[in-house]
């Protein structure tokens, strides 16, 4: 007999996480913290996005789930890397229960970041950090600043 229990225990768990504990924010709660990197988790639904931030001020590493159309267009737009500090806030739902409204601040860190980053987030090497990759009709803008950012 199958445990019922347990596959749902184990529902959409993201695969190689480990013990982070990974979070879609409730409506009007705020995230803090810096990013320390992300991973894809591949779950029934296909493969999805989750950045890990850890939380201020007790650094307790925290996954969020970048599956929201609104949440996936901030990171594509301020495309945080490992050592930049995010906040992130859910809105109350637009009418349209299937939107969800969120809002991002965004401070660069002060190292600079040679890895990689998801696919949903690509990294173009200009010689000042990150912008905005494939072909996008802005890609000669530089990238933000952080008073841009504010």
């Not at 013990?19 to 493969?47: F, K, N, S, W």
């Not at 925290?62 to 930049?84: E, M, Q, R």
Request: hydrophobic share 30%.
């Amino acid at each position: 007999m199958r445990d019922l229990q347990d596959e749902l225990d184990q529902q959409d768990k993201p695969e190689g996480a480990g013990d982070i504990d990974t979070i879609d924010l409730e409506v009007g709660e705020i995230l803090v913290g810096e990013l320390t990197g992300y991973h894809v988790a591949h779950t029934r639904y296909g493969p999805k996005p989750i950045a890990h931030i850890a939380r201020d001020p007790t650094g307790e590493v925290i996954g969020l789930w970048i599956s929201a159309t609104v949440l996936c267009g901030l990171f594509d737009d301020y495309k945080p890397v490992p050592g930049d500090r995010v906040g992130i806030k859910r809105f109350e739902d637009h009418t349209d229960p299937n939107y969800k409204q969120y809002a991002m601040v965004f401070e660069a860190g002060n190292k600079p970041f040679h890895g990689t980053l998801p696919s949903f987030i690509e990294e173009k090497s200009n010689g000042s950090g990150t912008s905005r990759g494939g072909s996008d009709p802005y890609d000669d803008v530089p990238p933000p600043t952080d008073e841009d950012r504010r």
